[in-house]
Nanobody, 121 residues
């Protein structure tokens, strides 16, 4: 059974940087896309950044130029480098992975448990 685990959250001052990591492990044949979402208290979960198998990326307008998503295929890991952080970036950040297990034809979306990012003013 595949699973997803995030790490790297924490408390930083405005203008600072943080790097999040998300590793997928277990029964994985192929990963099609990996992404980061965030959810602030009382708000919906929104896309932050996403990277596909071929390396194509997309970002929320609010993070363009500040955040960079990347991946390490050998480690089944996706990263989110967050620079110039703002208080409005404060949220729980979730990793999602779209994958197919071995001997399966279906694509599953798996979510991590989330990691808290808090940006102080």
């Amino acid at each position: 059974q595949a699973k997803v685990a995030e790490s790297g959250g924490g408390l930083v001052q405005a203008g600072g940087s943080l790097r999040l990591s998300c590793a997928a492990s277990g029964n994985i044949f192929r990963i099609y896309a990996m992404g980061w979402y965030r959810q602030a208290p009382g708000k919906q979960r929104d896309l932050v950044a996403r990277i596909t198998r071929d390396g194509s990326t997309n970002y929320a307008d609010s993070v363009k130029g500040r955040f960079t998503i990347s991946k390490d295929n050998a480690k089944n890991t996706v990263y989110l480098q967050m620079n110039s952080l703002k208080p409005e970036d404060t949220a729980v950040y979730f990793c999602d992975v779209e994958l197919t297990p071995e001997h399966d034809v279906r694509i599953y979306t798996l979510w991590g448990q989330g990691t808290q990012v808090t940006v102080s003013s």
